[in-house]
């Protein structure tokens, strides 16, 4: 059974840091792509990293520069770590497995953070 937890998340000040991690069960991380999105109320769900299986990075022009992906394939963890937050990061990160193998997509259950100006 695959199942994504994210840890971490919380209330942070403007230009403040913080990071998420998703540990992956299930077998699946090796061979999967590992994606943080994220979704603000009334908006729509928006990919803000990826990391592939050989550790290219694809990283949202609107966090380029703020924030970084990195995974510990030993570990079965992503992680996302986000500096100088600004009010508009405040969302729902959700971890995301796209298994390469399967052409299928798994998700965790969301983990909210919130930026105070």
């Known amino acids: 059974q695959v199942k994504l937890v994210e840890l971490g998340g919380g209330l942070v000040q403007a230009g403040g840091s913080l990071s998420v991690s998703c540990l992956a069960f299930?077998?699946?991380?090796?061979?999967?792509?590992m994606g943080w999105y994220r979704q603000a109320p009334g908006k729509q769900r928006e990919l803000v990293a990826r990391?592939?299986?050989?550790?290219?990075?694809n990283i949202a022009d609107s966090v380029k520069g703020r924030f970084t992906i990195s995974r510990d394939n030993a570990k079965n963890t992503v992680f996302l770590q986000m500096n100088s937050l600004k009010p508009e990061d405040t969302a729902v990160y959700y971890c995301?497995?796209?298994?390469?193998?399967?052409?299928?997509?798994?998700w965790g259950q969301g983990i909210q953070v919130t930026v105070s100006s």
């Open positions: 299930g077998s699946i991380f090796s061979s999967s792509a």
């Open positions: 990391i592939t299986t050989d550790g290219s990075t």
């Open positions: 995301n497995a796209f298994v390469l193998a399967w052409g299928k997509d798994y």
